[in-house]
Structure formats: C-alpha cells, structure tokens
C-alpha cells in the first residue's frame, strides 16, 4: 500500500510534474482526474518532474465521478481552504487518499459538502487577499504529515 495523492482538474503543469516529484521518491501514488488543464506530453510538465516520470505510479481518471466509483470506498480526505480539521488533527494511514482540486478554484463546493467530515486545511493567514497556498506546496505539506505520522515507511 501507499498514500495516494489526488488531483482534481490540474492546471499547472509545474505543480503536476513537482508533486509527481515528490510521489516517486514517496512511494506514493499519484491520481490525475480529467479534464486536466494540460497534455501528459507537455514539456513543462516533464520538466518539473525531471526524470522521475518513469518512477511515478500515476493513474488516470476521466472524471471525478469516475474516481468515485472506483476509490469511493476508501478512506480519504479533501484538502480545502475551506476545511474544518487542521491537517495535523487526523490520523493518517497507509492507502488513505488525501483530493486536492484545481489551482484556480479548488475542489468542487457540492463534493466538499457532502464530504465535510473529511475537510482539512492548513492553516494560514486571516488575510482575506491570500487566497491559498501553492498547490504542490499544499500536498507536499499534507504528505509529509502522514508519512511522519506513520513513521516515514520504507523511506531512508
């Protein structure tokens, strides 16, 4: 098993091939749902995540409805700005899924709703021109949490 990060409706290329990154030298799997505000191909895309793209155990979905039917089984967390749990409140767990949505919007509002027992948010300033923090920024940070929590598993 293995934490799996979620991105709904990627923009940014960078932030993509950063978090990519950060999953090959994790462990971690790295789930992708369409429509993706970019192409796989996209050099960009390559370039932030260096030559750890082969290294990457990357899925993707075509829809978040089509992600729901397949992992909506599985315990998982909604990384939101507007999120009621502090991300280091919960007690993370191997395969846990952690969703984060799209750089410009984030996760839809109606699918944070109906799943705000599983909202957290980093906690930032009350600063109401500061929308959030960097998207890959924001996984790497939740990541690293779990994976503390559990003890960083198979990691040097």
Not at 37 to 45: Q, T
Not at 62 to 69: A, N
Request: hydrophobic share 40%.
């Amino acid at each position: 098993m293995s934490m799996h990060i979620v991105f709904v409706e990627p923009e940014i290329p960078p932030n993509t091939g950063n978090i990519a990154r950060t999953c090959a030298a994790t462990g971690s799997s790295l789930h992708l749902v369409k429509p993706l505000g970019f192409s796989i191909d996209d050099k960009s895309l390559k370039r932030a995540g260096l030559d750890y793209w082969p290294y990457v155990d990357v899925h993707v979905h075509e829809s978040l409805d089509d992600f729901m039917k397949e992992y909506g089984d599985r315990r998982m967390f909604l990384a939101t700005t507007k999120g009621g749990n502090i991300y280091t409140d919960v007690e993370y767990r191997d395969g846990d899924m952690i969703l984060f949505g799209k750089e410009t919007a984030g996760l839809p509002r109606d699918f944070i709703e109906a799943h705000k027992e599983n909202a957290i948010r980093i906690p930032m300033s009350a600063d109401t021109r500061l929308r959030s923090l960097n998207l890959a920024n924001s996984a790497n940070i939740i990541l690293f949490e779990a994976l503390r929590q559990q003890g960083f598993p198979e990691l040097k």
